[in-house]
């Protein structure tokens, strides 16, 4: 049972917190002043402790509920931040998302680890058993690549139609990707294995049939945007799944909220990668352009995408809801 001395000593922190979030900071975190910030973050994850060490006592239900009931109006708004702005997404995007790409690297360069692990495996595998390459492609596919004809000559005729195609099925597999890393990451993991194995496959069967070159230059134009958006994708999930199954000191639940915030922007910034790679591979990748020329314009996009992911804020502001104070004791 919770002592009332730990009970008066504490009542104070959730009253301060309750006063921020409800009359100081109204709608938005901008009306708080630069000290009252930092002490509504710090009141943020004290009150997390103290909500955890409430649940442990079953005689102490109700002040559980009006608990958990200021940790999510404290949540909302801290989550929230500014009202979007034209302003606020071009610096969202010129400052904010690079940074987030580097500080979450280790989960992307995980999923990219992942998925090649998979494509070598495929390839290998294929390459011992070519029934693997039938089973997994299907016979249509097969034929086609045996018959030594790219299964993307049907873009040409309809690239308009093809690139919306094209971007919604990219969006689909990024956002899957990001949405199954609340499965503990097991379904994130699935998805980067799948993928990976498909393209080891693939580049196994056109390797036997001497179109490597073909086949390449068709996803190298494309695939030097699209590949990255997937792992950014994918390391958002794992992200997600981090956040759940290493919680640290925080609860479960703010920690889980934590990841999310931050996967979700991650996975957001990376939507004009996949709208400039579902343009370049209806137009550009299934082309009659020369092949120096697709590798040419693959080496430029890729260059562009790592000075702008390595390029560094001028002014680096700390984003509300990645504020992170020292925890008092909560007891």
């Known amino acids: 049972m919770l002592s009332t001395r730990w009970l008066e000593k504490r009542r104070q922190h959730w009253t301060r917190l309750e006063e921020l979030v409800g009359t100081r900071a109204?709608?938005?975190?901008?009306?708080?002043?630069?000290?009252?910030?930092?002490?509504?973050a710090l009141l943020y994850r004290q009150t997390a402790s103290d909500l955890a060490t409430v649940r442990e006592d079953v005689t102490s239900a109700q002040?559980?509920?009006?608990?958990?009931?200021?940790?999510?109006?404290?949540?909302?708004?801290?989550?929230?931040?500014?009202?979007?702005?034209?302003?606020g997404i071009w610096t969202f995007y010129r400052d904010e998302y690079p940074q987030i790409f580097r500080e979450t690297f280790p989960d992307t360069l995980a999923a990219f680890v992942i998925f090649l692990a998979a494509g070598a495996a495929g390839f290998l595998t294929a390459l011992g058993d070519p029934g693997f390459t039938r089973f997994l492609l299907g016979p249509n596919m097969v034929d086609s690549i045996e018959h030594h004809k790219m299964w993307t000559q049907s873009i040409v005729t309809i690239k308009p139609l093809a690139s919306s195609a094209i971007l919604t099925n990219n969006l689909t597999v990024a956002f899957t990707t990001f949405a199954l890393g609340i499965t503990a990451g097991i379904g994130t993991v699935w998805m980067m294995l799948l993928n990976g194995l498909l393209i080891g496959v693939v580049g196994e069967a056109c390797w036997r049939e001497g179109m490597s070159l073909q086949l390449w230059s068709f996803v190298a134009p494309h695939g030097v945007l699209e590949l990255p958006a997937i792992f950014i994708a994918g390391g958002a999930g794992l992200g997600i799944a981090r956040g759940l199954l290493f919680p640290g000191r925080l609860p479960r639940r703010a920690s889980l909220a934590k990841a999310g915030a931050r996967s979700v922007r991650l996975v957001l910034g990376s939507i004009p990668l996949l709208l400039v790679a579902g343009f370049v591979e209806g137009f550009v990748s299934p082309s009659n352009l020369p092949v120096p020329v697709k590798f040419l314009v693959a080496g430029a996009l890729a260059s562009l995408l790592v000075l702008y992911l390595s390029k560094r804020p001028s002014n680096a502001a700390p984003i509300a809801a990645e504020?992170?104070?020292?925890?008092?004791?909560?007891?």
């Open 26 to 40: 109204r709608r938005s975190v901008s009306t708080l002043s630069p000290a009252e910030l930092q002490e509504l």
């Open 63 to 87: 002040l559980a509920i009006y608990l958990n009931q200021l940790m999510g109006r404290a949540h909302n708004l801290i989550y929230a931040g500014r009202r979007a702005k034209p302003k």
């Open 323 to 331: 504020i992170s104070m020292p925890e008092l004791t909560p007891r």
